[in-house]
């Protein structure tokens, strides 16, 4: 069974930085690809940031240069770094993983809350 637990979200002011955590069990995830959601409310869920098994990189474009995926093998956990946090980046952020059969997993969420 396939368990994806999120941590490090919290209240932040704006500019500030946080770093999300998703502990997996269940599944390598070097063998997945692995992926940063967010949805707030009445808007729909987006895509943050993947990282592939061969440890590519993609962002959504409003993004990049604030937000940094990665991932630590041993402890098989992905990481989402977040600075310059604004009050637009605050959301409910999800951890995916989808193998190579197409299967997905979601985590929990963790909420982050940046005030101005």
């Known amino acids: 069974q396939v368990q994806l637990v999120e941590s490090g979200g919290g209240l932040v002011q704006a500019g500030g930085s946080l770093r999300l955590s998703c502990a997996v069990s269940g599944s390598a995830i070097g063998a997945n690809t692995m992926g940063w959601y967010r949805q707030a409310p009445g808007k729909p869920r987006e895509l943050v940031a993947s990282?592939?098994?061969?440890?590519?990189?993609n962002y959504a474009d409003s993004l990049k240069g604030r937000f940094t995926i990665s991932r630590d093998i041993a402890k098989n956990t992905v990481y989402l770094q977040m600075n310059s946090l604004k009050p637009e980046d605050t959301a409910v952020y999800y951890c995916?993983?989808?193998?190579?059969?197409?299967?997905?997993?979601w985590g929990q969420g963790t909420q982050v809350t940046v005030s101005s």
């Open positions: 995916s993983a989808q193998n190579r059969w197409g299967a997905a997993y």
């Open positions: 990282i592939s098994s061969g440890a590519s990189t």
